[in-house]
């Protein structure tokens, strides 16, 4: 799991490296996986709905 997550974030840092550096840092592995963003990064997150395949959102 470590080195698939690794290898993703290095390939979203290869597009997106502000995005790339915040994630890794964030992204913790080991035993268990978490993402502990820091506040200071400023990161925030926004979610919306979305169509797929034409199918509306729940």
């Given at each position: 799991?470590?080195?698939a997550l690794r290898s993703?974030?290095?390939?979203?840092?290869?597009?997106?490296?502000?995005?790339?550096?915040?994630?890794?840092?964030?992204?913790?592995?080991g035993t268990f996986c978490?993402?502990?963003?820091?506040?200071?990064?400023?990161?925030?997150?926004?979610?919306?709905r979305s169509r797929v395949?034409?199918?509306?959102?729940?």
């Amino acid at each position: 799991m470590t080195r698939a997550l690794r290898s993703a974030i290095a390939r979203i840092t290869e597009a997106l490296p502000d995005a790339g550096r915040a994630l890794d840092r964030a992204v913790r592995t080991g035993t268990f996986c978490a993402f502990e963003p820091d506040r200071a990064d400023g990161i925030r997150f926004r979610f919306v709905r979305s169509r797929v395949n034409g199918t509306p959102p729940r």
